[in-house]
């Protein structure tokens, strides 16, 4: 088989390993957020990054969710990273957006986080913070899910079917599982463009 053959494959193996039950425990907390009018802050490093601008964008307009993301203030987020350090600038920036116990916390990662390897652990301490001040924290994540896995209220963690392309999977997952949460019928406020187009 070829590497795209083995690919698609591996895909289609990852989706069918994927909790159900995960994917709809998420949603259900989400509902909670938005009835509750609280706001959701999505972390995410990398190619997550990149995730979580999108994931914003959808949560907004589709499900109605008040939502932001710090890397997609690239001014304060570096000031964040200059004055408190790359570790702190994630809790820094959750503490000043005034996090309650009425928002969610949303942390898409390959790895969710570790102090012990030293491997983003600014998801670590904005999941202190968050622990603090009471906030939902949920995640889409690979690997064991790392720190993300052991404290949130609801984490889906994309399988391992290849230790080779964990982060391709996990990263493209990720958007599989968002898109999926905010077009439930549970969850989606407003129509989508091509679906509402004749």
Same mark, same amino acid.
């Given at each position: 088989m070829s590497y795209v053959d083995d690919y698609l494959l591996e895909v289609k193996t990852v989706a069918s390993l994927i909790n159900h039950s995960a994917i709809e425990?998420?949603?259900?907390?989400?509902?909670?957020?938005? @009835?509750?009018?609280?706001?959701l802050f999505f972390l995410g490093v990398g190619g997550s990054a990149g995730n979580a601008s999108h994931?914003?964008?959808?949560? %907004?307009k589709i499900a109605c969710i008040e939502s932001y993301a710090?890397?997609?203030?690239? *001014?304060?987020?570096?000031?964040?990273?200059?004055?408190?350090?790359? @570790?702190?600038?994630?809790?820094?920036?959750?503490?000043?957006?005034n996090l309650t116990a009425k928002d969610g916390v949303f942390v898409l990662s390959v790895g969710g986080g570790s102090r012990e390897k030293n491997v983003s652990v600014n998801?670590?301490?904005a999941l202190e913070y968050a622990r603090e001040t009471g906030a939902g924290i949920l995640g889409i994540v690979g690997r064991d899910g790392g720190y993300t896995a052991e404290v949130a209220d609801s984490c889906i963690i994309i399988p391992v079917v290849n230790a080779g392309t964990?982060? =391709?999977?996990? @990263?493209?997952?990720?958007?599989?599982?968002?898109?999926?949460?905010?077009?439930? =019928?549970? #969850? %989606? #406020? *407003?129509? #989508?463009?091509?679906e509402s187009v004749k």
């Open positions: 425990k998420t949603i259900n907390i989400l509902i909670d957020i938005r @009835e509750t009018k609280g706001r994931a914003v964008n959808d949560f %907004r710090p890397t997609d203030n690239v *001014s304060e987020l570096t000031a964040r990273i200059n004055d408190d350090g790359w @570790e702190n600038s994630f809790a820094a920036w959750l503490k000043g957006s998801l670590v301490k964990v982060t =391709p999977h996990t @990263e493209a997952f990720q958007n599989v599982i968002w898109h999926l949460i905010v077009s439930d =019928p549970l #969850m %989606r #406020m *407003s129509e #989508m463009k091509w």
